[in-house]
C-alpha cells in the first residue's frame, strides 16, 4: 500500500521564480495538507484542502496557492519565489475532515527540498 | 494562538536506557490531540503515538509512552530501552482549531551504542 508520494525530491529555483509542487495522498485518504518545514525547525501548517476546496489556511501570503484534484491529488504552487522561501515542503494526509480519532491520522510524505538562489 | 514548547534541543542517552523528551503546550480547546512524531535522516515524520485529551490513561505503543498533565499542559514523551533506530528529530504536537497541526520546534536524540 503506497503511502503518500511528493514530487520532485529535490528541486533549486532563483528568486523571483515559481514552482509547482505534486503530492498523491495515501490509498483511502481524501483531505491533503502542506506544511513548510524550514531548516532546524518543526513543520510550519500552511493550508489543507478537502473536497477540492481549501478549507483552512495558516498564516501563509497569498504567493502559496493549491489545488486539490478530483482524485484527491493536490498541488501547492508558490509565486514570485524569496530566499525565505527554502525550505521541506510535507504534504499528509488522512481521511475525512475534523477528527484524529481512532484510525484517522495524519500520515506524512518524505517532502520536497526547494531551494531558492 | 496554540504554542507547543520543546525545551530540549538536544538529548543523548545510551543503548538499552530510558529517556523522557518534554512538551508543553498551550490551548483554550476543550477538546485535541496531542502527537509525537519521528523525524528520522530519510525526512519522512513517522508517527509514535498519540493522545485524545479527554481520556485520562495515558496511551502506550510498545516502548514509547506518554505522561499526559492535562491541567498542566503537559505531554512528555518516554522511551525504553532505547534503540539505535530510534536517533532521528521527535516533534510534538498538537491539533489546533480545526485539522492543523501546530509543531514544536523538535528535540534531537541521539542514542549512542
Known amino acids: 500500500d503506497a503511502g503518500v508520494t511528493q514530487s520532485p525530491t529535490h528541486l533549486i529555483k532563483t528568486r523571483g521564480q515559481q514552482v509547482t509542487l505534486r503530492c498523491s495522498p495515501k490509498?483511502?485518504?481524501?483531505?491533503v495538507s502542506w506544511y513548510q518545514q524550514a531548516l532546524g525547525q518543526g513543520p510550519q501548517f500552511i493550508f489543507q484542502y478537502y473536497e477540492e476546496e481549501e478549507r483552512q489556511r495558516g498564516n501563509f501570503p497569498d504567493r502559496f496557492s493549491g489545488h486539490q484534484f478530483p482524485n484527491y491529488s493536490s498541488e501547492l504552487n508558490v509565486n514570485a519565489l524569496l530566499l525565505g522561501d527554502s525550505a521541506l515542503y510535507l504534504c499528509?494526509?488522512?481521511?475525512?475532515?475534523?477528527?484524529?480519532?481512532?484510525?484517522?491520522?495524519?500520515?506524512f510524505g518524505a517532502g520536497s527540498r526547494l531551494t531558492v538562489l | 494562538a496554540q504554542t507547543v514548547t520543546q525545551s530540549q534541543p538536544e538529548m543523548s542517552v545510551q543503548e538499552a536506557e530510558t529517556v523522557t523528551l518534554s512538551c508543553t503546550y498551550d490551548?483554550?480547546?476543550?477538546?485535541?490531540?496531542l502527537f509525537w512524531y519521528k523525524q528520522p535522516p530519510s525526512r519522512q515524520m513517522i508517527l509514535v503515538i498519540r493522545q485524545e485529551a479527554y481520556k485520562q490513561q495515558n496511551a502506550t505503543e510498545n516502548r514509547f509512552s506518554v505522561n499526559f498533565q492535562k491541567a498542566a499542559k503537559s505531554f512528555s514523551l518516554k522511551i525504553s530501552d532505547s534503540q539505535l533506530g530510534d536517533t532521528a528529530m521527535y516533534f510534538c504536537a498538537q491539533s489546533a482549531g480545526g485539522n492543523k497541526l501546530v509543531f514544536g520546534a523538535g528535540t534531537i536524540l541521539r542514542v549512542k551504542s
Open positions: 490551548t483554550s480547546e476543550s477538546n485535541y490531540y
Open positions: 499528509a494526509s488522512k481521511t475525512g475532515w475534523f477528527t484524529y480519532s481512532g484510525a484517522n491520522v495524519l500520515t
Open positions: 490509498s483511502g485518504h481524501d483531505t
